[in-house]
C-alpha cells in the first residue's frame, strides 16, 4: 500500500507518542520535503523521531510545475502531498485539513484523518482504547472538531 502523508497526522502522534503506527499499520509513508521541513526544521513535536523512523520516507515530487499550479489552492506542503500523490499513484492520503481533504478527494484520493488512523489501529488490535489518546490531544491543544470526536469514538465502540 501506498501512503503519502500531511504533517498534521505526524505532529499529532507525536504529541501522543504513538508515530510507531504508522509503521505498524502500512509498514512505510511517504512525506514530501515540504511536510519533511516543516517538521524538522524548528523542533516541533516528534521531530526527531520524524527524522530517525526509517519508515517515513522523505520524497519530493518531481513535478515542480504541478506543485506551484496547486499552490493557488493549497500551501505547500498540502500541494507536495497532492502532486507526490498523483506521481506514486498513492492508495491512502493521511491528511487532517478540511479543504485539503476535499481537493484531495475530487482529484481521486482515499483520505484518512489522525482520528481514523486511531481508530484503524484499534480496529487491527494495536490499541486497547483511543478515547484516553484523543484527551491526551485535546490538552495538548490539538483541535479535532467535536462531531469527528463523537463519530469515531461511537465507531470505536467507546
Known amino acids: 500500500m501506498i501512503v503519502v502523508s500531511n504533517s498534521t497526522i505526524l505532529i499529532g502522534l507525536a504529541k501522543i507518542n504513538k508515530l510507531e503506527l504508522l509503521k505498524k499499520l502500512f509498514s512505510k509513508v511517504y512525506i514530501p520535503g ?66 485539503a481533504r476535499k481537493v484531495i478527494v475530487l482529484a481521486g484520493f482515499e483520505v484518512m484523518g489522525l482520528m481514523g488512523v486511531l481508530l484503524t489501529a484499534k480496529r487491527n488490535g494495536l490499541l486497547k482504547s483511543i478515547k484516553p489518546l484523543i484527551e491526551v490531544l485535546k490538552k495538548k491543544k490539538f483541535r479535532v472538531a467535536e462531531e469527528i470526536i463523537a463519530d469515531i469514538l461511537k465507531s470505536a465502540g467507546e
Do not use: M, W
Open 34 to 99: 515540504a511536510v519533511f521541513n516543516e517538521l524538522t526544521h524548528v523542533e516541533k513535536a516528534g521531530a526527531s523521531e520524524i527524522k530517525k523512523a526509517s519508515y517515513l520516507v522523505q520524497k519530493s515530487p518531481e513535478d515542480t510545475r504541478e506543485v506551484s499550479l496547486l499552490l493557488g489552492n493549497l500551501d505547500r506542503g498540502e500541494a507536495e502531498v497532492l502532486a507526490l500523490s498523483k506521481e506514486l499513484n498513492a492508495d491512502l492520503v493521511l491528511i487532517d485539513e478540511e479543504k
